[in-house]
């Protein structure tokens, strides 16, 4: 890998060694947004590990707290009004939430690095794409101008952009979203980092443009073995490249499973809800299976468990004790009271009828 | 299904001038859509799919007469819409109504729920008298589910999900016969668009109308469409009936824009056929001779690029249906 061999040129290999192959731990991640309006708990004790290879996929609705996660591991949290209030975020061995600025520096970019969802608004508009590729090399690498560009226009032509060499002095406005979006991935890229986060990568893309892009991805981490965790809403993205998946729901992590194993058999109420409530473009189906109701709002999050109000097998004990992320099986989580029952295939006792629920009105 | 024609758009044209120079002289024009002819069928759903910029919103706005057209012609009920005038229009405009994709900002903030979905009374005065107004909103908010009593709420007060309820109670309010959704759900969380799919589907039943759906989410459209277009590039490629798009594809950038859809099911991984188009859409300023996708094809041969293909029946395997392709050829994507 050239990109390797440029490293040990420079003399700058990196110093962090994974442990078997564990990448990064998350242990009890707790981050709450101090407002006006009062304190929204948006992360409350979400527990993850990555290894060296693997695709985590975090899944979840908007307001659920996947990119705050995201956000939160990469030290790039808006704070105020948000703030990490508990737990560890480990890599390689060392808790990164605990270190310097300086020293975090030196994992962020080079270590785990991240590409985000709206690339016309994450490149800056006033600077060409190639000086922006670049800078990841003089910041890091201490490469002078000539060099650096150099390796732009190499990381260009690595994420298929056609004639790189004559586009690096181009500006983002002049890309179509595809190709700004390949961009972000080469800045992301550039210092060979061992974890990558996505965050809706390809949501606002059109679906021709997210083949290619997901096809990118995977390529690249076949190449680089790095660690990828995929944050985004979309089953079917998930279901074509994800190994693992947590599915997050009001902050919590309510469901934690190998790909194969969710999808046959979904362990948590709300995970069964998200996968009879889709169309699928292979089959004509009936009415769909919604999930009634609306998410939780984040100041005032349900006693219980907090997916209660819109459960259709929810029972006083789901109103008064919150469930555990109970083990349900090999490598295999589920935060609710009756999941060794769903995760047999046997449906708990209906407590209340589905179009109870329609309508969604918030109280 | 009664086969009655309720809408018929024939040969719609429409261009934007692409203006430049102090004196703001037409440089160019944009193509957003050139010669797109369907017939909509009373009570049925036609989807109409594609990708940004190939002038499916546009089109939907020409269905509601927001653009005046470049050329062409549309016929609602036998009635010609582009030269109805003053009174005549109005009256029309009651029969064809529109969802917009974004709850967020095609509700005006300033004003009560029951000031939006009451205000196409203000303006069609004779629909309901005066006095009726208040509980024909109350009705028309229990009708897509929301609570009745939140007539003076704002919309900042609802959720995504609930103010695409409201747009549908105000599209509803004058009795339309046709409602032409603009992406009216991609805009929601996946448990909230069912939830919205399903209402569409129970006021259509309920009311007998007829939507054209537009929306870029192809699993969506093959669950609430009787008849799917396919849009590339300002001109409709493929028309027909959901089986015969998604089971028996014969236009080529249809069965790549299936095969690229993610299917969740991930012990199809692998299995399924993908179909990974390169390069990006062109511009619709300059928009490729003959068959627009022949620069992205894998089948193109000279006479794509010189001769116009056009949209006719053509054999899909089991029987025919409409598609732009020279070379079409059903193939299994799905």
Same mark, same amino acid.
């Given at each position: ?29 707790? &981050?709450? @947004?101090?407002? =006006? #309006? *009062?304190?929204?708990? $948006? /992360?409350? +004790? &979400?527990? @993850?590990?990555? =290894? #060296? *290879?693997?695709?985590? $996929? /975090?899944? +979840? ?10 956000? $939160?591991?990469? +030290? ?288 | ?334």
């Amino acid at each position: 890998m050239s990109s390797t061999l440029n490293n040990e040129v420079l003399g700058s290999t990196s110093s962090w060694q994974p442990h078997d192959g564990l990448l990064l731990e998350v242990d009890g991640l707790e &981050v709450e @947004f101090r407002t =006006r #309006e *009062g304190v929204a708990k $948006a /992360i409350n +004790g &979400v527990s @993850f590990d990555l =290894r #060296e *290879g693997e695709t985590l $996929a /975090i899944l +979840g609705e908007s307001g659920s707290g996947k990119s705050v996660t995201a956000q $939160a591991v990469m +030290g790039i949290l808006d704070s105020p009004p948000g703030f990490v209030t508990g737990g560890e975020v480990r890599y390689c061995g060392e808790d990164i939430l605990a270190m310097s600025d300086e020293r975090r520096r030196t994992i962020r970019g080079p270590e785990i690095s991240m590409v985000f969802q709206d690339a016309l608004s994450s490149l800056n508009p006033v600077f060409p794409v190639g000086w922006q590729i670049a800078e990841m090399f003089r910041q890091h690498r201490g490469m002078n101008k000539s060099n650096a560009l150099a390796e732009a226009v190499r990381l260009m032509e690595r994420v298929q952009i056609p004639g790189a060499a004559q586009r690096v002095k181009a500006y983002p406005h002049q890309f179509s979203g595809g190709m700004r979006q390949r961009i972000m991935i080469a800045m992301a890229i550039a210092l060979d980092p061992a974890v990558l986060i996505a965050d809706e990568p390809t949501t606002a893309l059109d679906v021709t443009v997210q083949a290619q892009i997901m096809q990118l991805l995977e390529e690249l981490q076949a190449e680089r073995r790095m660690g990828l965790i995929l944050i985004t809403h979309d089953l079917g993205v998930v279901a074509d490249v994800a190994d693992r998946i947590a599915v997050m729901y009001a902050g919590r992590i309510v469901e934690y499973a190998d790909v194969f194993d969710l999808y046959a058999q979904p362990a948590h109420p709300y995970t069964k809800g998200l996968l009879e409530s889709i169309p699928r473009l292979d089959r004509k189906g009936e009415t769909l299976a919604s999930i009634g109701g609306l998410p939780p709002n984040l100041m005032q999050i349900p006693p219980g468990c907090p997916f209660n109000p819109r459960c259709n097998y929810a029972q006083d004990i789901c109103r008064e004790q919150r469930p555990e992320l109970y083990e349900v099986g090999h490598h295999r989580r589920s935060a609710c009271h009756f999941a060794d029952q769903l995760v047999r295939g046997q449906e708990p006792p209906l407590t209340r009828r589905r179009d109870q629920l329609e309508g969604g009105v918030r109280p | 299904m009664s086969r009655e024609v309720i809408l018929e758009a024939d040969n719609l044209v429409k261009y934007y001038p692409i203006r430049a120079g102090v004196l703001r002289r037409t440089i160019g024009q944009v193509k957003a859509l050139d010669g797109v002819s369907f017939k909509l069928y009373k009570g049925e759903t036609l989807g109409i799919v594609g990708e940004s910029g190939c002038g499916k919103s546009t089109l939907g706005r020409m269905l509601m007469r927001l653009e005046e057209p470049t050329a062409g012609t549309l016929t609602f009920d036998g009635v010609d819409v582009y030269t109805q005038k003053g009174a005549a229009m109005r009256r029309l405009r009651r029969d064809i109504q529109i969802v917009f994709q974004d709850p967020y900002t095609s509700l005006n903030p300033r004003k009560t729920v029951g000031d939006i979905v009451g205000e196409p009374f203000e303006i069609h005065r004779d629909v309901v008298p005066k006095g009726g107004r208040r509980r024909r909103v109350q009705e028309l908010l229990d009708l897509v589910g929301l609570n009745p009593e939140h007539i003076n709420r704002y919309p900042h007060q609802f959720s995504g999900g609930q103010r695409q309820r409201i747009g549908i109670a105000r599209g509803l309010a004058l009795n339309p016969k046709v409602i032409i959704c603009d992406e009216p759900v991609s805009a929601l969380d996946v448990s909230v668009q069912a939830q919205v799919v399903n209402l569409l589907e129970k006021l259509q039943s309920e009311f007998g109308l007829a939507y054209v759906f537009i929306a870029h989410d192809l699993s969506v459209v093959r669950h609430i469409s009787d008849r799917v277009g396919v849009m590339y590039l300002g001109t409709m490629v493929e028309l027909g009936d959901e089986e015969q798009i998604y089971s028996r594809p014969t236009h080529p950038y249809t069965q790549a824009l299936l095969s690229a859809v993610p299917v969740p099911d991930p012990t199809l991984r692998g299995r399924r056929e993908q179909i990974v188009l390169a390069g990006d859409v062109p511009s619709p300023a300059n928009p490729p001779s003959g068959c627009r996708f022949h620069t992205r094809c894998w089948k193109a041969q000279q006479k794509c690029v010189t001769d116009v293909p056009l949209l006719i029946n053509r054999p899909d395997g089991r029987g025919a249906h409409d598609s732009a392709c020279h070379f079409a050829e059903a193939r299994v994507v799905v």
